[in-house]
């Protein structure tokens, strides 16, 4: 059993991990605990807990500026946020169902799985957002990059690094990030009864206009039934749905565009705040997928326009599955393992899009977690570097050993 | 400036380098031509000259790969170059040192609407890929002002912004998938059509690298629909406070302009004098908010950025009726480099960037500087993003550079100390190069070096910018080891 460590400041996690590097201990970085279940399984010396580095060091709303401790609560974060009507515009999911813990995540646990929701194809992914940090790296090392500006070409920007690193370079301590005014108004029209190549089309026809939306997602009937929102589950149809936010006058104008952009497809219907909001957030938390506890749950993100053959082939052997950003991203719920395989059907999904693409196992049992590749290996080339980064941050490799991949 | 001292190993190779690199690529391809290669002797900081041991024009991913791999095997220096717009001397050759030139890497190689993506070669210009698509109304976001002459490659390696990136991002926010090589000659594609690839984000870290991890052979961008409309307001301001407190109230509003540009009095003066764009001369601050985005949404923000114009006290304030008038109201931003090249004989840009809400401070220590150095400053101002574009009026023929770049030296410095950073989007290069140790800890920098070391363990492509002392991996690579017991007993446990 892994020994807990709960350093109380940043320069303790520096004396920690430049301890472990020199002893040789694995480390698992833990922040709230809440996507533990999200990467490979590992097994590691002790549990350097990232609890102590809490708190919001600096917000200022007119700057569009937020920094705070990396285990600051997302939730905290966005009530304060939400005080001055502003957001983090990447939308960040929230997979508390889906993993099945009721932990808040931290704002430096969302960083670093790179999470975005619906509005990705307009705003950005978390990346995105990420202007600065300080860290450790697994040298036990305290470092820097970025800043609290945007526009900062000074240095390399280690902040795309560490996003989407899973902990594996370096123990975030403290992060500064952008933040945006919540729009004015929100609008959601409906299309019905498409089938998936067609709402992929009249999804790719909305983000090709000046309208400037901010969501486009597709349920399939199936799907669609599971909503909470009445008029998508009452539907006896597949949904498709756009979202504009904005000042108000203009979210009629491009609301009314849309409508009769889509009006040429099928029967469209609109949806207003409490409903929109809650259809989105059910999307972007993959709710429609959650009925199934034993589901084995894949997130793949391809090319838009082949998202409907991506999503045929993948559940030819049976399963669920619903669009977000445009087509390009396919959540897919698969039959538990008598019946997805051996592999949790990481061969089928993997085969349905040839190389332009990825898939995450964003769910399954530990066992099956250790078995596949949970995310999508990289050609030879990049894999040699992607090992050769990990190690110029961690030359021991003590960070979240096999988090990502078995050699790094 | 010092670079790094030629290897006179490398010098003695050139006739053999040449040999070599003319069986990779034939006939014109390879320059040696003493009168020919003073062409790529400098970038856009032609402050800098010196001429490379020979400049190589690939025209495939394949010769790359080989002049690379040809490059490593003999230990030559690499100088990657799209276009030569650089500010920040990020394409300065080395004297022992070849230029790696991208220009014949000119094609579109494929444009998808349907999935709102351009795949293009690094040397097709910024603008070109706007004009590639522009009969179907879109366009490419990113808008540095050289967007006429500046490679998509280039970009890449700046991570260039422009105008209008307070609302659109920059280059790394509209890139979509790079294929680079590497120094070893390895090929390496990253993303695609799709987003947020998983595992490192090493496409990222390229982007603003400055040609140092490797060469960019191919670009994928995300290509946007031209907004409905565009409009904009051009106000004055007695002050620059009064200025920098509206641009403040606007954001705070929730409103995120298109663009929104401020100039002091001295850039408002050169400019109107060289083109007449009716701008306020009693004014001390002069703001242009452009707003763009459907019709309704326009009209209906314009006003409402006039309401607070009016509040925070603006003198002058006139909103474009037409797009010959919003033109106007641009022309005299975009003449301020030529139109302060015009009074004085030489200038240099700046490009700082700082929290907004520090301008009047650091305007007013500027003013001090100013005074100190005995030369004069305008300044222009990507105000929504707090970049700043101090231009020092120099002359060179007078022996004013050294003290032109000392001042230069002391505005990054205060730019730091403020908050902010030393370039926001020219690049650090070999310009601002020896400034890193005010904003980086040696510890910083070491982590960025053995970044650099997992693309080019021998530090051979473009040696001698970015970093004040590059060191050797080997060195890098040691660590202090702590053996022994925990050293923390006072670290809580449970």
């Excluded at chain 2, 910083?444 to 910018?465: H, S, T, W």
């Amino acid at each position: 059993m892994a020994e807990d460590l709960k350093p109380s400041d940043a320069a303790q996690v520096a004396e920690a991990l430049a301890w472990a590097a020199g002893s040789q201990k694995t480390i698992e970085l833990v922040g709230a605990g809440s996507k533990t279940a999200l990467g490979r399984p590992i097994e590691t010396d002790y549990r350097l807990h990232l609890t102590a580095l809490e708190g919001v060091n600096l917000y200022e709303p007119e700057e569009l500026v937020l920094r705070a401790g990396a285990a600051t609560s997302l939730g905290q974060i966005q009530a304060m946020l939400a005080q001055q009507r502003q957001q983090l515009a990447f939308e960040p999911p929230d997979f508390s169902d889906l993993y099945g813990n009721l932990t808040d995540q931290t704002i430096g646990g969302v960083l670093s799985a790179n999470l975005a929701g619906p509005r990705r194809i307009k705003a950005g992914a978390a990346r995105d957002h990420f202007l600065g940090l300080e860290a450790v790296s697994g040298r036990g090392a305290a470092f820097k990059s970025g800043g609290r500006v945007v526009k900062n070409v000074t240095g390399y920007d280690l902040c795309k690094l560490m996003a989407g690193s899973f902990g594996t370079l370096a123990a975030l301590t403290e992060v500064t990030v952008k933040v945006l005014p919540v729009p004015e108004k929100t609008r959601t029209v409906l299309l019905f009864g498409q089938d998936d190549p067609a709402a992929i089309t009249a999804m790719s026809q909305a983000a090709g206009s000046p309208h400037e939306v901010s969501a486009l997602a597709h349920l399939p009937s199936a799907i669609a039934a599971r909503s909470a929102v009445s008029y998508i589950k009452d539907a006896g149809a597949a949904v498709t749905a756009v979202r504009v936010e904005g000042p108000e006058p203009s979210v009629e104008h491009r609301t009314e565009a849309l409508r009769r952009m889509w009006g040429g497809h099928g029967a469209v219907e609109e949806l207003h705040g409490h409903n929109s909001n809650t259809l989105w957030r059910e999307v972007a938390n993959v709710a429609p997928l959650l009925p199934d506890p034993d589901a084995i749950i894949w997130k793949l993100s391809v090319t838009p326009s082949t998202g409907a053959d991506v999503m045929a082939k993948a559940l030819s052997a049976g399963g669920a599955g619903y669009y977000d950003w445009a087509g390009g991203l396919l959540w897919l719920a698969l039959p538990g393992s008598e019946k997805g395989g051996e592999d949790g059907g990481a061969a089928l999904v993997r085969g349905a899009f040839g190389g332009d693409g990825h898939a995450t196992l964003m769910r399954g049992p530990a066992e099956l977690r250790a078995k596949v590749d949970v995310f999508q290996p990289s050609a030879p080339a990049l894999a040699a570097l992607s090992a050769r980064i990990k190690d110029s941050f961690d030359p021991h490799g003590i960070l979240n050993p096999g988090r990502m991949h078995g050699a790094y | 400036m010092l670079m790094p001292k030629p290897e006179a190993g490398i010098l003695a190779q050139r006739s053999d380098l040449l040999t070599d690199l003319r069986a990779i690529v034939p006939g014109e391809g390879v320059i040696a031509d003493e009168v020919a290669l003073r062409a790529y002797e400098s970038d856009g900081l032609s402050a800098y000259r010196q001429v490379p041991m020979a400049v190589v024009l690939p025209e495939t991913v394949e010769q790359v790969a080989a002049i690379m791999q040809l490059c490593d095997r003999r230990r030559i220096k690499v100088v990657p170059r799209g276009a030569g717009t650089s500010l920040s001397g990020g394409a300065l050759p080395l004297e022992d040192g070849i230029i790696l030139g991208l220009g014949k890497f000119n094609r579109v190689l494929e444009i998808d609407y349907e999935n709102r993506a351009v795949r293009v070669q690094p040397g097709v210009t910024n603008l070109g890929i706007s004009q590639a698509v522009d009969g179907e109304g879109f366009y490419y976001a990113p808008d540095p002002s050289s967007q006429i002459a500046c490679s998509i490659g280039g970009n890449v390696a700046e991570n260039a912004g422009g105008v209008h990136c307070l609302k659109y991002g920059v280059t790394t926010n509209n890139l979509l998938g790079l294929e680079m090589v590497l120094l070893s000659g390895e090929v390496i594609r990253l993303g695609g059509k799709h987003l947020d690839s998983g595992g490192y984000d090493v496409m990222g870290l390229l982007t603003g690298s400055e040609g140092l991890l490797g060469v960019i052979t191919e670009v994928t961008v995300r290509i946007l629909k031209k907004p409905e409309t565009a409009r904009a307001l051009l106000i004055g301001f007695p002050s620059s406070e009064q200025a920098g407190n509206c641009v403040s109230e606007v954001i705070g509003a929730g409103i995120i302009p298109g663009g929104m540009e401020m100039m002091d009095r001295a850039a408002i003066h050169a400019s109107e004098e060289f083109c007449h764009a009716g701008y306020p001369m009693e004014a001390e601050a002069l703001l242009i908010v452009e707003l763009d985005g459907p019709q309704r949404e326009v009209d209906h923000l314009i006003e409402k950025v006039g309401e607070i114009a009016t509040t925070c006290g603006s003198t002058s304030l006139r909103i474009s009726e037409s797009e010959e008038e919003r033109a106007a109201f641009w022309a005299g931003r975009k003449a301020a480099f030529p139109a302060i090249g015009r009074i004085s004989p030489d200038y240099m840009c700046m490009d700082g960037t700082i929290p907004r809400n520090r301008l009047a401070e650091v305007l007013k220590r500027m003013s001090e500087l100013s005074a100190h150095h005995g030369l004069r400053v305008a300044n222009v101002f990507h105000a929504g993003d707090g970049n700043l574009h101090p231009l020092i009026l120099f002359d060179a023929n007078a022996g004013e550079l050294e003290t032109a770049e000392e001042f230069g030296a002391d505005i990054l410095r205060l730019c730091v100390e403020v908050g902010g950073v030393l370039t926001g989007e020219h690049g650090i290069g070999i310009e601002k190069r020896d400034l890193m140790a005010e904003v980086f800890t040696a510890e910083d920098l070491a982590q960025q070096q053995r970044v650099k070391c997992a693309f080019d363990p021998n530090g051979r492509l473009n040696p001698g910018k970015v970093f004040p002392v590059l060191h050797r991996c080997a060195e890098l690579g040691k660590m202090v080891v702590h053996q022994g017991q925990m050293p923390f007993p006072d670290i809580p446990r449970f």
